[in-house]
């Protein structure tokens, strides 16, 4: 077993076979468990593949990292792999497309959901209802959900309005339930 300082080790380490298995700290205090996928000792970039961490993920997925080894805190060899390992499967381009395209969108929708110049406690709001409800926004600093029901600041029930009756009971005892989970919340901090 290898250990030492990331930086000495990545001089020194002509070569890091895929199938070695690794430990290492990054800057961020981040400890990296797994097997070497690929390792380039011109670049100091070495590429490991861990178990997933995604929740929901399916079992036997995995991730793979690249790390630059300069950039490391700790870096430890725990088993030398052998030159002569299995050829990597092949990526599924499209898969990888489609979840990039919904990544990117999930990023973009969360960015739609920050109000601008809004109460924390209304954004907050805004946040719980967004649980049960796809289609809210901001229309300035109101919020609007289904295009049915309209909550101004401060954003209590009586500062609802709606045209649809049914939208509006079910909406109303959302806002209902929040704020006594926030009053719960606030009696059991002190």
Known sequence: MATGDPRAM????????????????TRFGEKIEGEVVAFDYASKFIVIKTP????????????VRMLNMTCLQKF??????SATQNPLPPLDLDK????IKANKLEKSQAIGRVGVGVT????????T?????????????????????????????G?????????FTYIKE???????????TDSSAK
């Open 129 to 157: 209802i967004a649980k049960t409800f796809s289609e809210i926004s901001w229309k300035d600093k109101d919020i609007v959900v289904m295009d049915r029901v309209t909550i101004v600041p401060p954003y209590k029930v």
């Open 96 to 99: 990888i497309d489609k979840r």
């Open 76 to 81: 430890n060899i725990i088993d030398m792999g």
């Open 10 to 25: 990545a001089r020194e380490a002509k070569d890091i076979p895929p199938g070695s298995l690794v430990a290492c700290v």
């Open 120 to 127: 924390p406690e209304g954004q907050k709001l805004f946040d």
């Open 174 to 184: 959302i806002v209902k339930k929040h704020y006594e989970q926030q009053e719960q």
């Open 159 to 167: 500062n609802m309005s709606g045209h649809d009756e049914r939208s």
């Open 52 to 63: 997933t961490e995604t929740k929901g993920a399916r079992k036997g997925n995995q991730d």
